[in-house]
């Protein structure tokens, strides 16, 4: 079956010619329509439920260019996860880093906590649909067991040991399992709160709302630190 040619590069064919690259450009529009496709269907159904087909269907492709492009189903899933996983990777260590820099000796378990989630909340209020879809599959994977063949830890890593390293700045005597282990509760909290399932709605009867990431990002570094604070003294 012969892949149909994108509406893009039909339209390069006609007209004037011109410096774009007209076939370049729609490589990688028809490459973001299937990451998008792809994000969005993972987060709703889960990568075993959503087919190749079904994914080339949502983005208006032949589904014989989801595998010129990406290969196989998982290549495409580890495509759509490392796209944004590169945005946060970066803002985190950037924000970390400047706070570090303007903190200095003042340096608190609440501020670590706060430059770390800041780019992630951002992204959660201005980002769009399409990170709101990424944060519920996130939802997904951090509720599910790690697989070897995973790249999220590539991804993280880099950033976890950075926030670890300041909170022992901010506190020296905390062991380092009380450290890990708050974080992973961090990540937890954060993964629900961001995945916006409106359970928090109905248990709240309406005074709370799961789409309001603003309540979120004024109070989860704050309950975060406490927690941490509290548990390392008692572990001390």
């Keep these: 079956m012969s892949a149909e040619i994108p509406p893009a590069q039909r339209a390069a064919r006609r007209g004037r010619p011109s410096r774009v690259d007209h076939a370049m450009v729609a490589r990688v529009d ?3 329509a299937l990451q998008d496709a792809a994000e969005q269907l993972f987060a709703q159904h889960g990568f075993d439920a959503v087919s190749v087909r079904a994914v080339a269907s949502k983005a208006g492709v032949d589904p014989a260019l989801l595998h010129y492009y990406f290969g196989t189903k998982r290549e495409l899933f580890d495509a759509v996860l490392v796209r944004r996983l590169d945005v946060l990777r970066e803002e985190r260590i950037r924000a970390l880093d400047d706070y570090a820099a303007a903190a200095g000796d003042q340096i608190s378990v609440e501020g670590c906590f706060g430059a770390y989630l800041s780019p992630v909340l951002w992204w959660s209020i201005h980002g769009g649909q399409g990170w709101k ?5 996130m939802g997904q994977l951090n509720n599910a067991p790690l697989s070897g063949e995973a790249p999220v830890g590539d991804y993280i890593d880099p950033v976890v040991p950075r ?5 022992k ?3 020296p005597e905390a062991r380092d399992e009380d450290l890990y282990w708050c974080y992973q509760f ?4 954060l993964t629900l709160a961001l995945s ?5 709605d109905v248990i709240s009867d309406g005074l709370c709302r799961s789409t309001d990431i ?4 004024r109070r989860l570094a704050t309950f975060a630190a406490a927690g941490l604070v509290e548990v390392c003294r008692r572990g001390a």
């Design 169 to 171: 700045r901010a506190l």
């Design 186 to 189: 961090l990540s937890g909290a």
């Design 163 to 167: 926030l670890i390293e300041l909170l």
């Design 214 to 217: 603003d309540a979120v990002s």
């Design 30 to 32: 028809t490459k973001l």
């Design 133 to 137: 879809y990424y944060f519920a599959l």
């Design 196 to 200: 916006e399932t409106g359970r928090i």
